[in-house]
């Protein structure tokens, strides 16, 4: 790693976003993975959408302020980014959300039909495993990155990230605070905070560094979720690259929704608080992971 | 395992089967893995259906053929289990091949709706990553449970199970039997030939045993394939308990449509020499092989 234990700020975050950008459709060519032609297209149109990468991001910059080997780290970054792309593609479905645009762009649905996206989504989680499975460093430490592939199973499996888009669509009795903050952490940190300690885990953190940085990415992941409904709320069509406003419409449980604009934005302070107090035991070696506080805080789309 | 070097027969197919049945909810248990319920109710019905169980019987008795500690290749065998169930579940959907019946009860979106459907599949291929990832043999032998899982996401994804499906909704030019085999090989075979291998890899097997299972498993796949064809042709919806004759309608490439009933009777017992004769190194500790190879090839529904 470069910078390791010195600082890693915005810089590094850029280059980390550049880096999954240029790797994450690698591990899915031909020579690699022969794909059926409409399947791979339906794939690759949605991997190369241009999103935040955040949570592959994430898992770098974490990876680094342990210490970690970058190269070692990307095979499982990508991964992440697949299993994130693929509950995108579902979220989508008419069945499910029902969105025609995503970023700027129709949904994968829209453009390839509703049977290759579905097999699309499919086929992304799928290869998040294979990925991790056939890296170098399952290879030459495969506790590592079985403990790592576990840990982004139960983040995106029944009890996580695919409950959580269970519980949106139906709801839980009762509109408190603590129903909406179980769907959040279900739906989006669940992902993000393993993310963060799959960085951890994969770089040769210890056992309170891999906790410190599962706390923080479960804040940010909450701070995300807020942020997020927050700018479906005020955001518009051209900002967000998405139809907006429309959680409300369909009855979602939101933090603004339920609680409010005030009391969202004051939640969503209290959560940038936490993620950066869970970094307390890091120094400049955690300042990418406290630049995407920031980031993930203000953007406005 | 209890007859490791002995013979293990039909009624070692049945233990297995009945091991397999009575273990595939535990490793879903609400402690485990706490999920949703209407999540919960579809992925359990879909796992209770009543199916053959052939795949995780062929791992279990893979494992038994190379001298495979039984409890440490159940969580695998399951895993297996979740990944073509969760395979059954999208490929019935409406946007796939729609269809309203499987093994005589309506099918999972029938009865929980589409969007519960998708995300059980989801959640089941998910959830048997994560079982791999936090058996007792991740923790005592990564490296095998690492190996066998990479090669399952392999069979199962783009290139393999997700890939056939998607070449069997949208066939290749050309109706030739190598287009035919190709589509098999990917849908049904890829599955069963990992199965047989994880099997291999997870006892213990020399790399020439795993070799000879994954071809094993590769000629029964086919076979497999080929015999569930035929009966798409000739059986009644009372034996199949699935509306039959549908692939026919649909203009889908099989062996049968294409060259004829003689001449797919004709593979079918070529496939089941093929697959015994991988069986060769083996002697009496492979006898469950043998027999799954002929209940595969007599089976009339």
Redesign the interface.
Known sequence: MQATGGTLGTAAFARFRALVEESLLGF?SPDV????A???DA?EYALTSGGKRIRPVVLLSAGAAVGGEEKDLLPFACSVEYVHT?SLI?DD?P??DDDDYRRGRPTCHKVF????A??A??????????V???SPL?GRD??K???A??????A????GM??G???D??P?AGEGVSAIEEIDLRKTAALLSASAAMGGILGGGSGSQVESLSRYGRALGLLFQITDDILDETGSFEEMGKTVAKDRARGKLTYPAVRGMAEAGARAESLRGEALQALSPFGGEAETLRDIVRIVATRRS
Do not use: K
Request: charged letters at 15%; one cysteine or more.
């Open positions: 899915l993975c022969p794909i059926p409409p399947l791979r794939m693929y579902h479905l069945a499910m039909g509703e049977a290759v579905i097999l989504g499919d086929a992304l989680l799928t290869e998040a495993f294979r991790m499975g056939e399952a495969p506790a990155a079985v403990r592939s576990a840990l982004l199973a139960r995106a499996g029944a009890s695919a409950g888009q269970m519980m669509l139906a839980p």
